[in-house]
């Protein structure tokens, strides 16, 4: 019989036996040293934002103060809720035919040999360089800003699906073929299964393209947004209150993609067990 004292020696607490037998326990203690490590860095990013003159840089305590302010005059929650409508509008669109096109391009050789050129081009093209012509196309409003945030997001979103379909072994393919599966059913029941964790690791990366594309298109129309706040209290160098608007973009995207990680935990269990 083995001996617990023995045991208990040979995997102290916190070993990495005692983590993978206590997962609960681990993820509780990451989260106290995660928590610790931010406070520490709020407690010197007050410190030492003090001594820089407030023109180049500021410090939690002023930047707090500076939200309170924004937020009870009213333009920190209309700029967020605008930023936020285009934001999943144009995300929510991306998706929807990133995961089409990947499935069709991934699985049809076809459409591959004439899409491959275009998406490598419209990837590749800087969009910074197109966001003056769209602004031509659909004017300073909304339109702008949700086509920019939808062209931005859409590729990886594309591109992951449809290497997830390319990577699918041909033996999955076969097996829906011997059981004489039509071609939806090889989509519905092998093929999307198959590729759900390049769908969701594609809508991770999209996440961030997104907000990327919110904050170009809101800089050059600087109508509204959050996007516009930056460009309205950088004009009046107002660092405390600039940086407002940037932390929560900062919060915004780390929450978005924390909840697809939670969504796809559901979805791909398997997945989220191995990182």
């Keep these: ?44 990013w007050e410190i030492l934002g003090r001594r820089i003159n407030p023109l180049f840089m500021s410090y939690p305590s002023a930047i707090a103060k500076a939200a309170v302010s924004m937020a009870a005059s009213g333009e920190l929650l209309t700029a967020l809720r605008s930023s936020l409508v285009t934001l999943v509008a144009g995300f929510f669109i991306a998706s929807v035919i990133g995961i089409a096109l990947g499935l069709l391009i991934g699985r049809y050789r076809a459409i591959d040999a004439a899409t491959d050129w275009l998406v490598n081009a419209l990837y590749a093209t800087p969009l910074i360089a197109v966001i003056p012509l769209i602004i031509l ?18 590729f990886p979103v594309l591109i992951n699906t449809a290497a997830g379909v390319r990577n699918l072994p041909r033996a999955l393919i076969d097996v829906g073929a011997a059981f004489a599966a039509n071609e939806r059913q090889v989509f519905v029941k092998i093929i999307l299964p198959a590729v759900l964790p390049y769908i969701m690791t594609g809508l991770r990366l999209g996440i961030g393209r997104a907000i990327i594309g919110m904050v170009a298109a809101e800089f050059f129309t600087a109508i509204t947004g959050l996007g516009a706040l930056i460009v309205k209290y950088g004009n009046q160098y107002d660092t405390a209150a600039m940086f407002v608007p940037i932390l929560i973009l900062m919060l915004l995207g780390v929450t978005l993609t924390a909840l697809v990680r939670h969504l796809e ?11």
């Design 1 to 44: 019989m083995k001996n617990p004292a023995t045991s208990s020696a040979a995997h102290p607490p916190g070993s990495l036996a005692d983590t993978t037998r206590d997962p609960a326990g681990a993820g509780a203690r990451l989260g106290r040293i995660r928590l610790v490590s931010i406070v520490m860095v709020l407690i010197v």
């Design 265 to 275: 935990e559901r979805l791909a269990p398997w997945r989220g067990h191995h990182e």
């Design 137 to 154: 196309w659909f004017g300073l409003g909304d339109s702008a800003k949700l086509f920019i945030v939808t062209i931005l997001a859409v």
